[in-house]
């Protein structure tokens, strides 16, 4: 059965500091992973989409990495801002049957200091 | 605007009572889905739909039902036979359920409490 951990599980940054978020994935089987913000009290937002042919996925400061063989993704945030402070999740698509679903981690919240 | 709405933003119930939440999206997209997030949980998959009229059970169905008599709409029913149902419950609708390049869009939710 498929498991998504992401580590760390809080994080907390001074603004204009580069950071890293990880993801990894017990089963390498996988569709797609996919980055979603979690703003407090609200729905998910999509951020970036990797499918599994593909090793990266930019979006402004934003650029999320997938290694398939060794079970990871990585959220890199550039020149972080306080309105970056939310809960990151990753979720990873398997192949057919329930297995198509998306299997979510719990996520990393993130505080940006001014 | 396109989107998903989710109705009511909160919703109290008594115990031994069956609650409906309600979904709709303007997305035109034939997938919708239904999860329930714990704190400190990662989102859990309830029911999805990859087509009207069809729906399957996702990893924790027990205590709750769905219909899907129109593309649009997807309610979800928290009946009295699920024992903590005190949750946020999430709506997202996706083009299809099985694009590798398909996004899974969310509606804003749902908070659920069981007084």
């Known amino acids: 059965k498929q498991e998504v951990t992401q580590i760390p599980a809080a994080l907390s940054v001074p603004e204009g500091e580069n950071l890293v978020l990880n993801c990894s994935f017990t089963?390498?089987?996988?569709?797609?992973l996919q980055w979603f913000r979690q703003d407090p009290g609200k729905g998910l937002t999509s951020l970036l989409l990797?499918?599994?042919?593909?090793r990266e996925q930019t979006s402004g400061r934003l650029n999320a990495s997938l290694d398939k063989s060794s079970g990871r993704s990585t959220l890199y945030i550039a020149a972080s801002q306080p309105g970056d402070s939310a809960t990151y999740l990753c979720?990873?698509?398997?192949?057919?049957?329930?297995?198509?679903?998306?299997?979510f981690g719990k996520g990393t919240k993130l505080s940006v200091k001014p | 605007d396109g989107g998903i709405t989710q109705s009511p933003k909160y919703l109290f119930r008594k115990e031994g009572q069956n609650v409906t939440l309600s979904c709709e999206q303007n997305?035109?997209?034939?997938?919708m889905y239904w999860y329930r997030q714990d704190p400190g949980q990662g989102l859990r998959l309830i029911y999805y739909?990859?087509?009207?009229?069809?729906?399957q059970k996702g990893d924790i169905a027990e205590g709750y039902s769905v219909s899907r008599e129109k593309k649009e709409s997807f309610p979800l029913t928290v009946t009295s036979a699920q024992k903590n149902p005190t949750a946020f419950y999430l709506c997202?609708?996706?083009?299809?359920?099985?694009?590798?390049?398909?996004?899974?869009?969310f509606g804003p939710g749902t908070r659920l409490t069981v007084l």
């Open positions: 997202a609708s996706s083009m299809r359920a099985g694009g590798p390049s398909d996004t899974q869009y």
């Open positions: 089963d390498s089987a996988i569709y797609n």
């Open positions: 990797i499918q599994s042919s593909q």
């Open positions: 979720a990873v698509k398997g192949y057919g049957g329930s297995q198509g679903n998306l299997i």
């Open positions: 997305l035109n997209h034939d997938a």
């Open positions: 739909s990859q087509i009207v009229n069809d729906f």
